[in-house]
């Protein structure tokens, strides 16, 4: 199966800035409960809202979340110094969302990745912006995961973001994107090959229906991680029937279980 | 768009061979409209359920649904003499389906589709029987591309289909058929590339649901036309979302037109 990253709990979401600002930690139990109940491996955590308080912000986000769920966490912040004291809060096998190609940033983080032995997000940006085709994606993966290695961070941590941009301003993204990710595959580095899927669907009407379906096209092309809202239990259904149908689940095992548990829905 | 075969007047389905047997021609009538107005681009017919008496079932079917649609049949039957008088009793555009890699049918069928300038379905089967690899699909498809250029009938006239196979007996199959329509479209013969979906549900729970997952994992590989059941509304959806994503509906004008008829569905 692929790996299932939660994306509920971040402040750009208002009710989890407003939950943050309150200290409300049932809104926050609920959303990680719900989360992990619905299938997460990781439940990113995002408390960058309010800059000036992000570090008190995250450690008490993080706190209630491992009172409350053992899954994983994947610590989500622009900054480095939010990061390391989300490290430091943090127990077991843990996430950092996110470093690009630019050198700086990543030299500052590798090295708190490398010491926890965590893993770690890399976006395909580069010094010079957004990737617009396949190929400056599979060369920015590829940048990102030698920068990792360089840092002591094993491939197999490294998960590349070939990063979605909107089908209705630019319609050759979609496919820029998937042509991109089985380049990453191709390319044989070995590291995985994850996305958030909803950018690609903004300015468009239904649009669940378009990233359960992009999420189905990205694995058909070699994703197998993805940051998505676990609650929506169709993309989640599709999710699991595109394990059965890629050999991700042998013996279609999972896709049985879920649906005796009637998480695949009606039909 | 990809091209749609609309698959339900076929006799295997037993109320369709009841109203063949029955001459009910306001059944066979209310499954064409239906098909029509739901997008099908070719309606399937086969009426070879009652083998010897084939050719009248299969012209009286022709007749009526030529009387209710204006949209192109697919005549489809696994006798070339059936195939004849499908074609003499068939105006305009038209699909024969089908022909494998195996010579002496494909010998006989390729001259009238050559002289009535048809469109094929091309299965990859060989002499040998079922292809199990993606190597193999490919193979065979050249093979039937080749065949079909030595009888007249052009690349963009012949339609690939790269037969699924079970998941949930063979749980390989899956991403051999899919590697295989990639391989082939790579091949670059010009060929379309079509496939009947629903064996690869085969013996699992929720078949919809795997069926439209698994059109959009092919359409990510380059299908680009499907037979199917366009009365499944979800599947449908799930086609015309991927077309919006896949740059193969400009500004999404065709999506956007969908969802204004209510077509995508609730979510």
């Not at 468009?204 to 058909?220: G, H």
């Amino acid at each position: 199966v692929i790996t299932i990253v939660g994306e509920r709990l971040n402040s750009t979401r208002r009710a989890v800035a407003a939950a943050i600002a309150e200290r409300d930690a049932d809104f926050v139990r609920k959303e990680a409960v719900a989360q992990a109940e619905a299938g997460a491996d990781f439940l990113d955590v995002n408390a960058a809202a309010r800059l000036a308080q992000e570090i008190d912000d995250l450690k008490w986000m993080i706190g209630v979340v491992q009172e409350a769920v053992a899954t994983p966490l994947c610590i989500d912040s622009p900054s480095p110094e939010a990061i390391a004291a989300g490290l430091e809060a943090t127990r077991g096998e843990v996430l950092v969302n996110s470093i690009t190609a630019e050198r700086e940033r990543a030299e500052q983080i590798l090295p708190l990745v490398r010491d926890r032995g965590a893993r770690v997000v890399g976006l395909t940006m580069g010094e010079s912006g957004m990737p617009s085709t396949a190929a400056q994606r599979r060369d920015l993966a590829q940048e990102i995961v030698d920068l990792a290695a360089r840092h002591g961070v094993p491939a197999d941590h490294v998960y590349i973001d070939a990063l979605v941009r909107p089908v209705s301003t630019e319609s050759a993204q979609g496919r820029e994107f998937l042509e991109g990710v089985r380049a990453i595959r191709d390319a044989g580095t070995g590291a995985h090959v994850i996305c958030g899927l909803s950018n690609v669907a903004f300015g468009l009407p239904r649009r669940r229906l378009l990233n359960r379906t992009f999420l189905a096209m990205a694995m058909a092309m070699g994703l197998d991680a993805a940051i998505v809202d676990p609650l929506d239990q169709r993309l989640m259904a599709t999710m699991r029937a595109g394990c059965a149908l890629l050999e991700m689940d042998e013996f279609c095992v999972e896709y049985l279980a879920a649906h005796r548990e009637g998480a695949l829905g009606d039909e």
